[in-house]
């Protein structure tokens, strides 16, 4: 069963703030995780940095200040 985003922070307060904030951080990272691998992934594939910044939400500039080598 899937829950709404307000049952998740009621959920969330529930319990000790330092889980809810662990969570989160852990969560950063694999999200950072995912956008450096889907960014490499879409470079192989011949993406230009404005598409990449495009799907992305954020300018081509800062693409490839934030994932290029």
Not at 12 to 40: C, I, K, Y
């Amino acid at each position: 069963m899937e829950h709404g985003s307000e049952d998740l922070t009621q959920r969330v307060e529930a319990h000790d703030p330092a889980l809810g904030l662990r969570a989160a951080g852990a969560l950063h990272r694999l999200a950072e995780q995912v956008e450096a691998a889907a960014t490499g992934h879409a470079r192989r594939q011949g993406w230009s940095w404005e598409q990449i910044g495009d799907a992305l939400g954020m300018s081509r500039q800062s693409a490839h200040t934030k994932h290029g080598k």
